[in-house]
């Protein structure tokens, strides 16, 4: 009985393998740069929730100062609110119109959510200005060292992201909506987006919590 040989032949591997379907080749870059920011954006999830849990054991610790419900102006804390979920959405106009390659509707939506969230900035610094002014600023009690702390952080967030802005704005004008630039604008709309995250708990935790206590 004669014993048939084994084909020995490299097997070729599929085409889908090599371009990174099955892992056979290197994912591409929009993808590495997405989980790459999404870390980014996880570590800041972090961060502020040491600066809530911080808030949270201080929040009671008045020192004879003012508390919240004294200090407070819910009104304009509505505004801001308004302000910033509302820039979320333009945000999002935003970067569907930069996936559609229409740069000049982003651009607008760009524009409208700069203006809000400068807005949202401008009555952050006039609420901080008045309430130093009265003699409640960060070293007046722990409460008030959280407060700031905490809120603070976001506004600088805030600053951050709409100085990001203006720099992909330019970059839109200068190079077009290429890939390269639609990469940064995904990844400042992920930015975007969880800073609004953060602001409904700091609305919740902050303002709404501490106006009642």
């Known amino acids: 009985m004669t014993i048939t040989s084994i084909d020995s032949r490299p097997t070729a591997v599929p085409t889908e393998l090599v371009r990174g379907r099955g892992g056979g080749g290197p994912a591409p870059k929009r993808i590495v740069v997405a989980y790459g920011f999404w870390i980014f954006i996880l570590s800041d999830f972090v961060l502020f929730s040491g600066l809530f849990a911080a808030y949270a054991v201080l929040s009671g610790n008045t020192a004879g100062g003012p508390s919240g419900a004294e200090l407070f102006n819910l009104r304009n804390v509505f505004i801001e609110t308004i302000c910033l979920l509302f820039s979320s959405y333009t945000c999002g106009l935003g970067a569907l119109s930069a996936e559609r390659r229409q740069p000049a509707r982003f651009l607008i939506f760009a524009a409208v959510t700069f203006v809000l969230g400068a807005v949202f900035l401008f009555i952050e610094a ?11 600023g960060p070293s007046r009690s722990a409460f008030l060292s959280g407060f700031f702390t905490l809120v603070g952080t976001h506004g600088v967030h805030v600053t951050g992201g709409l100085i990001w802005l203006i720099y992909l ?12 630039v639609l990469r940064r604008l995904l990844c400042w709309s992920l930015f ?15 303002y709404l919590m501490g106006d009642f206590r």
Do not use: C, Y
């Not at 975007?192 to 902050?206: E, K, N, P, Q, S």
């Open 192 to 206: 975007w987006h969880a800073l609004d995250i953060v602001w409904v708990g700091v609305f919740t935790l902050v």
């Open 126 to 136: 006039s609420e901080f200005a008045g309430m130093v002014a009265k003699g409640a």
């Open 169 to 180: 704005a330019a970059q839109v004008v200068v190079k077009g909506l290429r890939a390269a």
